[in-house]
């Protein structure tokens, strides 16, 4: 399903991302952490960069500015420790790439596919993740419950792009979208219930691979 040159972006991001769960995880490694994890993001946005022309400029607009905001989220919340504001900054610019990632989406939706069937099944498992989240929330929670509500309808966006383009560019981009909410929610996880086993390898596993599946199906759409 990868064309010869997405096979090779596919390698190079490979070695980013093992270089970055490497670093994370290694404290000898710990400073190099503050150059592998923003390269993530980079490196996806030069290859969009380079290979959108043939895509609206509305599109390509909404996408890159998505993964920009991405970034800026990235970098904030590296610095939680030091600064613990820059966790609601981090909250806030990711809310606003999920927002531009459904407004992306919706360029392509199909107005005749009900998608109430897949809202339920979200928001049942939005109703089970919120009840383990919420003694933890504090004064999170109202910003917590927008950015659920978000993320949900970033991946409901994703979900009616079905058969308005190519099935390559669906399946990717559905699947990134399933995975980023699967990634948000072992953040949220981790921070507000308990304490996961290796969650900065899942989260940024998870999170990486996401970000990678939405630009590539993007690039497929036709």
């Known amino acids: 399903m990868l064309n010869s040159s997405e096979q090779k972006f596919s390698l190079i991001f490979s070695l980013i991302l093992i270089s970055e769960l490497v670093c994370g995880s290694l404290e000898s490694l710990s400073s190099l952490h503050y150059f592998t994890k923003p390269a993530i993001v980079i490196v996806l946005m030069i290859y969009f960069f380079r290979r959108s022309n043939h895509l609206t400029n509305t599109l390509k607009q909404l996408a890159f500015f998505a993964l920009l905001f991405s970034l800026i989220g990235d970098v904030l919340l590296m610095f939680v420790d030091r600064v613990p504001?820059?966790?609601?900054?981090?909250?806030?610019?990711?809310?606003?790439?999920?927002?531009?990632?459904?407004?992306?989406?919706?360029?392509?939706?199909?107005?005749?596919?009900?998608?109430v069937t897949f809202i339920i099944i979200l928001v049942a498992y939005a109703v089970g993740l919120f009840?383990?989240?919420?003694?933890?929330?504090?004064?999170?929670?109202?910003?917590?419950?927008?950015?659920?509500?978000?993320?949900?309808?970033?991946?409901?966006?994703?979900?009616?792009?079905?058969?308005?383009?190519?099935?390559?560019?669906?399946?990717?981009?559905?699947?990134?979208?399933?995975?980023?909410?699967?990634?948000?929610?072992?953040?949220?996880?981790?921070?507000?219930?308990?304490?996961?086993?290796?969650?900065?390898?899942?989260?940024?596993?998870?999170?990486?691979?996401?970000?990678?599946?939405?630009?590539?199906?993007l690039i497929k759409q036709r």
């Open 85 to 115: 504001i820059y966790f609601m900054l981090g909250l806030v610019s990711f809310l606003i790439a999920h927002i531009l990632y459904v407004f992306a989406f919706l360029k392509h939706r199909n107005t005749n596919k009900n998608p």
């Open 131 to 217: 009840y383990l989240l919420k003694d933890g929330l504090g004064n999170l929670l109202l910003p917590v419950i927008i950015y659920m509500l978000v993320i949900l309808a970033m991946a409901t966006s994703a979900f009616l792009r079905q058969n308005e383009t190519s099935k390559a560019s669906y399946n990717f981009v559905f699947l990134g979208a399933i995975l980023f909410m699967i990634s948000d929610s072992i953040l949220a996880l981790n921070k507000f219930y308990q304490p996961i086993p290796l969650s900065n390898i899942s989260i940024m596993l998870t999170y990486a691979l996401a970000q990678f599946l939405i630009v590539i199906g």
